[in-house]
């Protein structure tokens, strides 16, 4: 009964094939035809995207979904009966001489990498309601995530070929993908060239109302299916779907770089972790951080599995510590003598070998390991309490490897140096110090950043500040001295070494100095207050003998009666700019600050006055 008045032969076939993937409920209700014919279409139509946004279509959804539905009731162990031991990998220190040859490898092997940036996420965990590739990474520079990340891979660009063009994948989501388009449009793409950036939406996938994947209706709406987010492992099928992976492999790419849309930090480790990919041969190194022993955040460990294979995958750490007990660790997951558990933590950051990549979607039609997570209503487990979904995740990715793949980590021991990622509200970061984790919160996120670089520069020489114990939005953290840089100017160590004589820089407590434009150079500085550099393309500025002391800015904590921006309440400070010495350099040509060899003592706005004139 209730077919449309007119079906097409389309319809029927796919009204026959949900027949007989025992979905006979979405039609029963149906009136008779000529009755409702318009939202019998609509569900239709919906039907139809669901099933080509979905490799294999909805047949193999559902069949998944039944096995796994019924291994979730049965309570299966995926992990059952595997060994877990720490997986083979490199644990580096930030700036120490293995990093730093590790890191001009991989310089040299960015140029032949391709990069993945997955950002379908909402900021709603976080309280911001914009999409976050649009939130400043710092408050000193201003630029956001994803300025700052199309500038690192054109940094890495310049080092490689003339005529290299490094891709740029960008995943977005329904939520997201407008406001990404209409930010790389406002923005002129931050630089990269038409064409060299791809948006890659991921579609939400069908709900499941029971343990026989029978499909869920909205409630209050017949002639709709029910969908939810399917989880950032999309982008492995997007990759497959879309071609551009084999585009890449065409094009002689030989590795592809993932990572998330919120850690600023991601570039300083990169270019180490791509290093430690050629080097050993990894088909997947998953760039990790070092992690307390429980920490809630999955560890990566190689697994010995019953039929004597081995896997090296994220094991969640709910699921860790058990998995150790019953494998001759009494005590679970426990710290080491460095303090730290043997096992690193998956931060999603990937560096993937493309060809074993490729030759993998190829096989899988890139949908990787699916997993289900019903709430289930009662002991029963045949009532939900709500519709679930299959969902998946990128770090799942080495289920399909073949098991002669290596697949190993990168650690770079200090945490502050390559991963602070913007994910917690206030109220949630502090509830995530209180119980012992980091607070991945916007606060920590741009101090961070003042921390990486000025340490940077005190690892090189320089004599920088030490930093000052601050307290914002109920956080305890150190404001070092705001050094905040473009990746244009320097994205390496060697970067840095070659673009500032550090042991003529000397930065005092509480100053700011942001540089744009990778013609900057540093030769003798003693600041204290407040200087931005900017050099456009083509113009090359050494700030040789300066002496500057101005009023600068100051980072106040907020005033929770008075007005804020978002950017500013979850940071919990806004910035005060008393005085700036701002160096513009907008023309082409070699430039010295000051002009005079002889060192030059200034004050803010007459420096600037002058710079005018010149
Ligand atoms: N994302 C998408 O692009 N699409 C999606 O459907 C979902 C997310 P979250 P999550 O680094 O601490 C991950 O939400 O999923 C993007 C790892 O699974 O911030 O809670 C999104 O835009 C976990 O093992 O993280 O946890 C963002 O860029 C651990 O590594 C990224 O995916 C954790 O991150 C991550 O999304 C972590």
């Known amino acids: 009964n209730g077919n449309i008045a007119l079906l097409e032969y389309k319809d029927i076939k ?20 000529g009755e409702a014919d318009d ?42 009966g595997c060994v877990p031991s720490v997986p083979e990998g490199e644990r580096l220190d930030f700036g120490g001489p293995a990093f730093r040859e590790y890191e001009r490898a991989g310089a040299e092997e960015a140029g032949s990498a391709a990069f993945v940036l997955v950002a379908g996420g909402l900021g709603e965990r976080l309280g911001y309601s914009g999409i976050k590739l649009a939130l400043p990474a710092d408050l000193a520079r ?19 070929a003339p005529d290299a063009q490094l891709p740029l994948a960008i995943m977005t989501s329904g939520d997201t993908h407008a406001r990404t388009e209409a930010l790389l449009a406002e923005h002129a793409n931050f630089g990269m060239a038409p064409g060299q950036i791809t948006l890659l939406k991921q579609e939400k996938v069908a709900c499941l109302a029971d343990g026989d994947a029978h499909l869920a209706l909205e409630k209050g709406d017949a002639y709709a299916v029910q969908t939810k987010p399917h989880g950032h492992g999309d982008v492995h099928a997007l990759l497959h779907a879309s071609g551009l992976l084999k585009q890449w492999l065409a094009r ?20 180490a972790a791509l290093g430690v990919s050629a080097r050993h041969g990894y088909d997947m190194n998953s760039l990790a951080v070092p992690r307390k022993a429980k920490e809630a955040i999955g560890g990566i460990a190689a697994l ?4 004597g294979s081995s896997l090296t995958i994220n094991v969640e750490y709910n699921l860790l510590d058990p998995l150790l007990r019953a494998n001759g660790y009494p005590d679970g997951d426990v710290n080491d003598e460095t303090g730290q558990s043997p096992f690193p933590g998956n931060i999603n950051q990937l560096v993937l070998k493309v060809e074993s990549y490729a030759e993998a979607l190829g096989r899988t039609g890139g949908v990787i390991a ?24 990128m770090q799942d990715f080495p289920y399909e490897l073949p098991a002669t793949a290596r697949v190993g980590f990168t650690t770079v021991n200090q945490v502050w140096a390559a991963y602070s990622p913007v994910k917690n509200s206030p109220a949630d970061a502090r509830a995530k110090v209180a119980a012992g984790n980091p607070s991945h919160s916007a606060t920590a996120g741009e101090l961070d950043i003042y921390q990486a670089n000025c340490r940077t520069l005190q690892q090189l020489g320089a004599s920088i500040a030490e930093p000052t114990p601050r307290e914002f939005n109920g956080l305890h953290l150190d404001l070092w001295p705001r050094v905040s840089w473009s990746p244009l100017f320097a994205i390496t160590f060697d970067d840095v070494e070659a673009k500032v004589n550090a042991a003529r820089l000397r930065i005092a407590a509480d100053s700011a100095l942001v540089i744009t434009g990778a013609g900057v150079r540093l030769e003798a500085l003693d600041l204290d207050g407040a200087l931005v550099v900017a050099a456009s393309p083509g113009a090359h500025v050494t700030v040789d003998g300066l002496v500057l002391k101005n009023a600068g800015w100051k980072w106040q904590a907020l005033n929770p009666g008075k ?42 706005s007459a420096a600037a006055k002058e710079l005018a004139t010149a």
């Not at 979850?570 to 600050?593: N, Q």
């Open 304 to 307: 010995r599995r019953p039929d």
């Open 39 to 80: 939202d019998k279409r609509r569900l239709l139509e919906q039907v139809r995207f669901l099933d080509a946004n979905y490799s294999g279509g909805l047949a193999a959804y559902i069949g998944s979904a039944k096995r796994l539905l019924e291994e979730s009731r049965t309570g299966k162990n995926t992990f059952e």
């Open 14 to 33: 796919l009204i026959k094939e949900l027949l007989e993937l025992d979905q006979q409920h979405v039609f029963q209700s149906w009136p008779p035809p």
């Open 142 to 160: 201003g630029a956001c995530f994803l300025q700052l990340y199309v500038e690192s891979i054109l940094a890495l660009q310049a080092r490689a």
């Open 563 to 604: 007005p804020m921006t978002e950017e500013q309440a979850i940071r919990g400070f806004l910035v005060c700019k008393r005085e700036t010495l701002r160096l513009d350099f907008d023309k082409a040509g070699r430039y010295t600050f000051p002009e005079s060899s002889e060192p030059a003592t200034s004050n803010g």
């Open 252 to 271: 002689g790419t030989r590795w592809v770089c993932f990572f998330q849309d919120t850690n600023a930090l991601v570039f300083r480790a990169l270019p």
């Open 370 to 393: 699916e997993f289900v997570n019903p709430k289930y209503a009662d002991a029963s487990k045949t009532v939900f309490k709500s519709a679930t979904r299959l969902e998946c995740m």
